[in-house]
T-cell receptor, first 108, second 116 residues
Framework: RKEVEQDPGPFNVPEGATVAFNCTYSNSASQSFFWYRQDCRKEPKLLMSVYSSGNEDGRFTAQLNRASQYISLLIRDSKLSDSATYLCVVNSPGKLIFGQGTELSVKP | GAVVSQHPSRVICKSGTSVKIECRSLDFQATTMFWYRQFPKKSLMLMATSNEGSKATYEQGVEKDKFLINHASLTLSTLTVTSAHPEDSSFYIC????????????FGQGTRLTVV
């Protein structure tokens, strides 16, 4: 079993849609959690950290369920510029483990 | 945010030659840097953890004699792919944390290596 698993993609959605990404992790000792965004042939960039209480940044909402070892990312009112690969990242103590990524394509 | 600079961004080399990739933290000191490899449509796979002033820690399955890592200063880590072969062709990317592993990782721009 992979340490971090994400929904397989790609997700193809129209502009304005709401889309949800899911992620599970296997190491219960994991300490911190993130969503990164990676554009084609570019380096990953932090989208948001994920906290137990849940956190929101504009159209983006991230949630963490430690008991279920589950992380989610919700994107509301999708924009064309949201098209990218979204990486679930877990700090498995001492190193970051990346999920395989979920590709999102937002169409006009 | 903090800046990590990676060089070169793209390199093509012949089989059997060695290639050095540099990763610099421009505005902070990084005692630890990380080296990843990414195949097309795949996620980042951690290759090794580079520690300033000491030996790198390699992940299982990564040949330390093949992928030489040197972290001689608090702002520079290098990855040398020795005796490169076509199967070493990949996207290599480094990262560092300005304030510890529980905070944002800053990535270099990545190096696309093609071995012909």
């Amino acid at each position: 079993r992979k340490e971090v698993e994400q929904d397989p993609g790609p997700f193809n959605v129209p502009e304005g849609a709401t889309v949800a990404f899911n992620c599970t992790y296997s190491n219960s000792a994991s300490q911190s959690f993130f969503w990164y965004r990676q554009d084609c042939r570019k380096e990953p960039k932090l989208l948001m950290s994920v906290y137990s209480s849940g956190n929101e940044d504009g159209r983006f909402t991230a949630q963490l369920n430690r008991a279920s070892q589950y992380i989610s990312l919700l994107i509301r009112d999708s924009k064309l510029s949201d098209s990218a690969t979204y990486l679930c990242v877990v700090n498995s103590p001492g190193k970051l483990i990346f999920g395989q990524g979920t590709e999102l394509s937002v169409k006009p | 945010g903090a800046v990590v600079s990676q060089h070169p961004s793209r390199v093509i080399c012949k089989s059997g030659t060695s290639v050095k990739i540099e990763c610099r933290s421009l505005d902070f000191q990084a005692t630890t840097m990380f080296w990843y490899r990414q195949f097309p449509k795949k996620s980042l796979m951690l290759m090794a953890t580079s520690n300033e002033g000491s030996k790198a820690t390699y992940e299982q399955g990564v040949e330390k004699d093949k992928f030489l890592i040197n972290h001689a200063s608090l702002t520079l880590s290098t990855l040398t792919v020795t005796s490169a072969h076509p199967e070493d062709s990949s996207f290599y990317i480094c990262s560092a944390h300005e304030r510890g592993l529980n905070t944002e990782a800053f990535f270099g721009q990545g190096t696309r290596l093609t071995v012909v």
